[in-house]
């Protein structure tokens, strides 16, 4: 009897142990979809960046709708910058002011709605009601809806129309549904926004896609600005995937096992807008020594740690219309010293910095810390300019906005991505044109608005390419902007993450193609 | 018997403690000296130039060239940690020399006056105490804008009160000493009381609150510079040398623990010369 009773006690302890073993043990057993839950942790996503919310017909909130599969656009862009249809299945340009375009018949918003062409005529006329670049882009006249097709009438000739309709303002979302106190909306992607707020989005799968079913259930959006909370948080596994890591942390995870990283070059440059507003900025030989002696080389390889590529012109090399095809000084601090030798800037008290009618050669570099890589170029070309004789002081505040207005600056140095819409006519009518938004430099030159007006009615790609070499190099010449870098943009996630992957774009991240294994 | 050796050995104790209190003056002072002579004679102490940069050789960790590495610019650590010392040391002692002297005048002139303007002054104190120092020092350098004479003044606007308070109660436990009647029967006028007779005999609680405040004020101006309100670029200052090099604290950790050591030893020396001289200047100490 007692014998039975040890025996019964060790059973009952040996099915404890393998029934407790096999609760814990889940490491063998695959995940559903909806079990499946990815932690984004992105420094891109914040007030400062003016993207917050997910309403695209809000300032740079379209770029969140798009980047975190809640919206998507009729066109978008293959990794090479090529048009590909997306919502939309093809068009047709009927004249120099008509496009037609035909809807896909599969596609329903997440409510359950099916996109027709009334409802993306609905979200075209609240577009450009509302925001503030698409009317100036796209200058629509009229839009006619019939069936599962829509036709648009511009006002002028608009060559660029559905490179601008790439644009994230131009996710497609149901404007009967409206937007909600969080800046909610009702988009076509993979998946649904629960909750939004300034700090995070938190999303579920969309059972109804059109493209699929996504292969994971939630996604949290988490505002992680700080980069080196970013990194800690992708160390400690609080995190699945990170956008914007430090330069310095990359290096932890390259060549490590339990990561990969997914890198692209993309169209962000890091440029110095030159205020020509500013009397010392108006000599031209002190542009152009400034021009020469910006370290291009040594921030692109040592400061950005080889996560950049010096910059030309403000195209990269990937596009027809980048990379060599404009030409611009070369790094050449000597040849720096003659120029301004030569247009009467000497040393004349000896303390290293040039002086002329008694003023001496300083400028004010205005920049802000948001972007990591700015404060860093403002400290190299600090150094490098001094080199030259011309003092430099740095104001790297996030509250530039305030120094803007003011014209308190002689350098505005950002980054910016040149070709979102994979035309080069958006980078010139948003810079270098009297009246564009971001002309922060106030460049004025009758040469390139007259060629900005030929290319914004030439229809021939050709000539289009021809036309946006022809205002880059006008553009580098007169060193209105100085170019010092593209970005090269990488995710960081965890082993067994897939189809997640960065894309020249900079605003296609989260995709029904998302998984973890 | 018994009696006298008690005293004997207390008294020998006593003095041991009073010696080793000495040696710790002198010790502590001397390196204070040696911090001071540092900071004084940075440009001429630094083996290379803490502002050339040369990206070859950036990032170098500790080695026989360059003892305590390089920076991302290439920039000698060593130079830019003893010109930091400039920078930090100076502002420090500035800013202490600015909150404890306008701080020990309002609360001269409060605690003689009385009254109305006495009240009126130490409510406006209090209002400033009892704001978290830290945030209202941030809004005022944000204010401001950056660089490090603007970090001193906003980090001034919130430490004068404390000094205020002290020299109050100081003023108030000594204006109505036998002396300070005897100096206004025989006619002294108000300043000489003051600055003759009160000061003076004030000034000792007033010294060591200074010293002991110089640590605090340079990890609080180092603060400011770590979050990018205190020295501007290229400005070799340990509190924004700290915060560019945060970055690469798990890859080159050379690049922060340099100005955070010597924001530790600095901070550590001052606290102990402080903490000495408050012993010295203890009544018990003197007997």
Redesign the interface.
């Known amino acids: 009897m007692k014998r039975k009773g040890k025996l019964l006690a060790l059973v009952l302890t040996g099915a404890l142990a393998v029934g407790m073993l096999t609760g814990c043990g889940n490491a063998g057993s695959t995940k559903s979809e909806v079990e499946k839950e990815f932690n984004y942790g992105t420094v891109a996503y914040s007030v400062s960046n003016s993207n917050t919310g997910l309403n695209p017909h809000d300032s740079y909130s379209g770029w969140s709708t798009v980047r975190y599969g809640v919206g998507e656009t009729l066109f978008k862009f293959n990794a090479k910058m090529e048009l590909e249809p997306w919502l939309a299945k093809d068009y047709e340009q009927i004249d120099d002011n008509t496009v037609k375009i035909n809807l896909r018949d599969d596609v329903k918003f997440s409510n359950g709605k099916k996109m027709t062409g009334e409802a993306v005529k609905a979200c075209f006329e609240d577009l450009i009601a509302k925001h503030d670049r698409a009317p100036k882009d796209l200058q629509i006249k009229s839009i006619t809806a019939d069936g599962q097709s829509v036709t648009i009438v511009s006002e002028n000739k608009v060559p660029a129309l559905i490179n601008y309709l790439c644009d994230p303002y131009g996710a497609i979302v149901d404007v009967e549904a409206g937007v909600t106190a969080d800046k909610n909306v009702v988009g076509t992607g993979p998946y649904v926004a629960t909750a939004v707020s300034d700090t995070e989005i938190n999303l579920e799968a969309n059972k109804d896609y059109w493209g699929g079913t996504p292969k994971v259930g939630k996604v949290n959006v988490k505002s992680i600005t700080d980069?080196?909370t970013l990194?800690m948080a992708l160390q400690s596994g609080e995190i699945d995937a990170s956008q914007g890591l430090?330069y310095?942390?990359l290096?932890?995870f390259q060549d490590n096992n339990d990561y990969t990283i997914s890198s692209c070059n993309t169209s962000r440059v890091y440029q110095a807008a030159l205020n020509y507003n500013s009397p010392v900025i108006q000599d031209a030989a002190v542009r152009q020594a400034m021009a020469m002696s910006m370290?291009k080389d040594?921030f692109a390889?040592?400061?950005l740690q080889g996560n950049g590529t010096p910059a030309i012109g403000p195209f990269p090399a990937n596009l027809i219309f980048g990379g060599d095809k404009v030409n611009a000084s070369k790094y050449d601090i000597e040849g720096a010293k003659k120029v301004l030798e030569a247009a009467g800037w000497v040393d004349i008290d000896g303390d290293g910095i040039r002086e002329k009618d008694g003023q001496k050669l300083s400028v004010k570099w205005l920049t802000y810390?948001s972007r990591?890589e700015l404060?860093?170029l403002?400290?190299?070309v600090?150094?490098?300019y001094?080199l030259a004789g011309i003092d430099v002081?740095?104001?790297?505040?996030d509250s530039y906005k305030d120094f803007l207005k003011a014209g308190d600056y002689d350098v505005f140095a950002n980054a910016f991505v040149t070709t979102p819409t994979g035309d080069p006519q958006y980078y010139f009518t948003t810079h270098v044109v009297d009246g564009s938004d971001y002309n922060q430099g106030h460049y004025h030159c009758e040469k390139v608005e007259q060629l900005v007006a030929q290319l914004r009615t030439e229809f021939d790609k050709d000539k289009r390419n021809d036309l946006a070499v022809k205002i880059a190099q006008q553009v580098v010449d007169d060193n209105a902007y100085i170019y010092a870098s593209y970005l090269k943009m990488s995710f960081v996630m965890k082993k067994g993450v897939t189809g997640f992957t960065s894309h020249p774009s900079d605003y296609y991240e989260i995709t029904a193609d998302l998984d973890m294994n | 018997m018994e009696i006298g050796l008690e005293k004997s050995v207390t008294v020998r104790k006593s003095k041991t403690r009073k010696d080793q209190t000495k040696l710790k003056l002198y010790v502590f002072s001397a390196l204070v000296v040696v911090l001071l002579v540092i900071a004084a004679f940075a440009s001429q102490l630094v083996p290379y130039d803490p502002y050339q940069q040369d990206l070859g050789k950036a990032l170098q960790a500790p080695n026989s060239n360059y003892l305590l590495g390089t920076d991302r610019y290439g920039r000698d650590l060593l130079s830019r940690v003893i010109m930091g010392a400039q920078a930090t040391i100076f502002s420090s002692l500035l800013l202490v020399c600015i909150i404890s002297v306008i701080g020990t005048g309002v609360g001269l002139f409060c605690g003689y006056k009385g009254g109305k303007i006495d009240s009126l002054i130490m409510r406006i104190s209090d209002v400033f105490l009892a704001f978290p120092g830290m945030v209202f020092a941030i809004a005022v350098a944000g204010v401001l804008g950056g660089g490090i004479m603007n970090a001193v003044l906003a980090l001034a606007c919130i430490s004068w009160p404390k000094f205020a308070r002290l020299a109050r109660g100081q003023v108030l436990s000594v204006k109505n000493m036998p002396y300070i009647s005897a100096s206004k029967l025989s006619g002294s006028r108000p300043a000489k009381i003051i600055f003759k007779h009160i000061l003076p005999n004030i000034m000792g609680p007033i010294l060591v609150t200074a010293t002991l405040d110089i640590g605090t004020m340079m990890m609080e101006l180092a603060g400011l510079s770590f979050l990018g309100l205190g020295a501007m670029p290229p400005i070799a200052e340990w509190g924004s040398m700290m915060s560019n090099g945060r970055s690469m604290l798990q890859t080159s950790p050379w690049v922060i623990l340099a100005p955070g050591g010597a924001i530790f030893i600095t901070v550590m020396v001052f606290n102990l010369l402080g903490d000495t001289v408050r012993d010295v200047l203890d009544p018990k100490f003197k007997k």
């Open positions: 980069g080196d990194t430090p310095a942390s290096k932890l370290d040594g390889s040592t400061l810390t990591q404060p860093l403002a400290e190299s600090q150094a490098s001094k002081h740095v104001n790297a505040t």
